[in-house]
């Protein structure tokens, strides 16, 4: 019964990533449909000292290329942050997914006991691989996640809980 | 290099439902020193058709006891969903905690490729216990635990993303 981090990491990656490029769809239809300039909702905050959605959708993304990168062992590709528009940020989740694919499933499988370091505002973080995926990389990807969600909630898009699950492997019976 | 579902689901929710519980107690305090009745907060939503922090609460300790207790393949214990105070909302959080220590972790460990059913609306939902784990069960588990965070940051309680983490095993260097 094995269970790999690999499974664990990529495919709930690309899950999220695909959920939330929809989930911007609909709301740049909902902004389109409202005459609201989309630069409105990319701006928009939970609270004026949280992080506006442009943030949220950037800190996802780095958290699935980085995360799974360092699981790997290879160093993360840099993404500057100077998207403003939609498609930027859209292009922004496509990079991430294509480079999703390219990282060594077995290196990240192997990498459970190793110790990782990674950036944490002024110092580094150090935890193994298990630890690093289930405590730090997946709560962050999905905090920013429904961050963003409600976000776009509070907004007044269209979106429900299946639009933040998106499409998994789920049987209906 | 082994990884398992009882490591990858058990002390996420254990370090989570602490992390709720610790927020919840910020939350009251930020209450008493603005004299705004707790029942306030427990009420607040993020949006008209959202639900509450009180509900938010109940289903992360659902998705905590009914997750891991499919996966150990028995039946979730059911909790009434009738809390309408903080303290019984905090007595719900100590419950799950005290149910996620009585499971057998190589059942968990198990059911990796075993088919779970649950309910989901007014249908039941299959997946593997894998699966189930990584797509379902973790991801609304997060999804409620951002949504009270926000609930409460929004409602001006000084918490932080280390609030949201909670005691993670964390070296920084």
């Known amino acids: 019964m ?3 981090l690999s499974q664990a ?7 999220g990533l695909n959920a939330i490029n929809a989930v ?4 740049a239809a909902h902004a389109a449909a409202k005459k609201i300039d989309m630069s409105v909702l990319l ?22 290329k980085n995360g799974s990168a360092r699981l790997a062992g290879i160093d993360p590709p840099k993404f500057e942050d100077t998207e403003t528009t939609l498609d930027q940020l859209k292009e922004r989740i496509a990079k991430t997914l294509a480079f999703l694919k390219t990282l060594d499933k077995g290196a990240i499988d192997a ?11 002024a110092h ?10 289930k405590h730090f990389v997946l709560p962050n990807f999905y905090f920013h996640m429904t961050t963003a969600y409600g976000l776009m909630r509070s907004c007044g898009v269209d979106i429900g809980k299946r639009d933040f699950m998106g499409g998994i492997p789920l049987k209906t019976i």
Chains 1, 2 share one sequence.
Not at 9 to 15: A, G, N, Q
Not at 124 to 133: H, I, N, P, R, S
């Open 111 to 121: 990498s459970s006991e190793r110790e990782i370091t990674f950036p944490l505002g």
């Open 43 to 64: 701006a928009w905050r939970l609270a004026p000292d949280m992080f506006p959605l442009t943030r949220q959708i950037q800190i996802i993304t780095d958290q699935a």
């Open 24 to 27: 911007l769809d609909k709301a």
């Open 124 to 133: 580094k973080g150090q935890m193994t691989g298990a630890d690093y995926l």
């Open 9 to 15: 990491s990529l495919p709930v990656f690309e899950i």
């Open 2 to 4: 094995p269970y790999t």
